[in-house]
């Protein structure tokens, strides 16, 4: 039986319906992945999800927690999952019950992508300078700290080898208005994925940032005038458009095939080139 993917926004020319006999390619096949941080429809990481399944790797997904299950249930049935398990990153525990369920249920792990983001919305709507020192913690731990928390426990399952992958965003590098705390998170995030890299290449591990355009995503929505920003990116990229979840997954699918065998340590841009445009 067929299965249709829900693609908002998408402008790829292939096949959104895959089965056994019509996935879109078999360059992932035989890959086996976890994919953290989808929420609905929208969601980068379901993008990132139902491509890679579509090029053939089998999925594991994380929901939140007993109320986001509602919403990501059908989306891992819809993309034909193999494993969903419940995980909070702020709860103790939670992650290390995923891995070793992952480890007795495959035995393997060649990739992992992390698209989880937080911060209070008092913090992320003020200034840098009046940040709580409990929602700086928060926000580094969930955004950054899980990432490097992750690897770790993917590690000794990348028996031959894997691909670690976060999502970052522009306001890393430079300052974008009403970014604010995640400004500095997020470009410590990128600095994880540098050191990472270097400390897991012997291993046959690769790790990368992406870097998407803004997204309509339910977690974007929590920054002030991010209207402002969806229309500011449209104007000044050079195609004048936004991305979309599914050029974020091709690139992403990409990444942990073995066409990027060669390259780790970097931030990827998929933005449609907005990053270029002083």
Not at 20 to 39: F, I, P, T, Y
Not at 84 to 113: H, R, S, T, Y
Not at 154 to 166: F, N
Request: charged share 20%; proline share 4%; aromatic share 8%.
């Amino acid at each position: 039986m067929a299965t249709t993917f829900t693609d908002p926004n998408s402008i790829d020319p292939l096949p959104k319906v895959w089965d056994e006999n019509s996935r879109v390619g078999d360059m992932l096949k035989g890959k086996k992945g976890l994919v953290v941080g989808v929420a609905n429809a929208d969601s980068i990481a379901f993008g990132c999800a139902a491509k890679l399944r579509a090029f053939g790797a089998d999925i594991a997904l994380t929901y939140l927690n007993e109320k986001s299950k509602q919403y990501v249930e059908p989306l891992a049935k819809q993309i034909d999952c193999s494993l969903l398990m419940q995980m909070d990153v702020a709860k103790p525990g939670e992650m290390k019950a995923v891995f070793e369920q992952i480890e007795a249920e495959w035995g393997k792990l060649d990739f992992v992508i992390h698209s989880i983001a937080f911060a209070p919305k008092d913090d992320l709507h003020g200034r840098i300078v009046d940040c709580s020192e409990t929602g700086f913690l928060q926000s580094m731990q969930i955004s950054c700290y899980s990432f490097i928390e992750m690897a770790r426990y993917a590690e000794p399952l990348m028996k031959e080898g894997g691909a670690l992958v976060t999502m970052t965003y522009y306001g890393a590098d430079k300052v974008v208005g009403n970014y604010n705390i995640m400004g500095p998170v997020k470009a410590a995030l990128q600095a994880s994925v540098r050191y990472m890299a270097n400390e897991l290449g012997q291993h046959g591990i690769r790790v990368y940032a992406v870097s998407p355009g803004p997204l309509k995503t339910r977690a974007a929505s929590g920054i002030a005038h991010f209207d402002e920003l969806i229309d500011m990116a449209v104007t000044r990229s050079p195609g004048q458009r936004m991305v979309s979840i599914d050029e974020v997954g091709r690139v992403v699918s990409f990444l942990v095939g073995g066409g990027a065998s060669g390259m780790t340590g970097d931030t990827i841009f998929v933005d449609a080139g907005l990053h270029i445009v002083a």
